[in-house]
């Protein structure tokens, strides 16, 4: 054989390999997980539960009492953090960085009081027979939250 075909299969030989591997890691890369929209949350839980049109109605109205007090807390948070690390800049500027991390760590705390009555009050808008449901629902909302 001669040279020049050597090179022509050696060439053509590379170029299939590499539509190989570009085609591997096109097609065989995971996706990301998508989130669900949260009325598909909602959505999902008033399935799972079984809740009845007044269950469902108080239900609605408690998660939208818990989403808005979540904005809030996590409102007072950015207000925290936010000349936490403006210190940076401003090194004149003198703050007690404890008393804003302390501060911090209790909205946090408040955050996860909140949630825990948020749904200590959905378990008990619960009927005896929907409560069996009730630890289906802790473990893909603890998965979701954590």
């Known amino acids: 054989m001669d040279r ?3 090179y022509k299969y050696g060439t ?3 170029v299939a390999l590499n539509i190989t591997v570009l085609a591997f890691f096109l097609f065989a890369r995971p996706r990301p997980r998508p989130h669900p929209p949260q ?9 799972l539960l079984d809740l009845d049109r007044q269950q469902t109605a108080q239900f609605n109205a408690m ?4 989403k808005n007090q979540m904005k809030d807390i996590n409102g007072q ?11 940076l800049v401003d090194a004149n500027e003198s703050m ?4 804003l991390l302390e501060a911090y760590q209790q909205s946090e705390r408040e955050k996860i009081e909140v949630t825990y009555q948020h749904f200590k ?13 009730f630890k289906e629902f802790m473990e893909k909302v603890t998965e979701i939250l954590l």
């Open 4 to 6: 020049v075909k050597i």
């Open 12 to 14: 053509w030989s590379l």
């Open 39 to 47: 009325g598909s949350i909602r959505a999902e839980v008033i399935d």
């Open 63 to 66: 998660a939208d009492d818990h």
């Open 77 to 87: 948070q950015k207000e925290l953090l936010a000349p936490y690390f403006e210190s």
């Open 96 to 99: 007690d960085k404890d008393s």
């Open 121 to 133: 009050d959905i378990k008990g808008l619960l009927t005896p027979d929907q409560l069996t449901d």
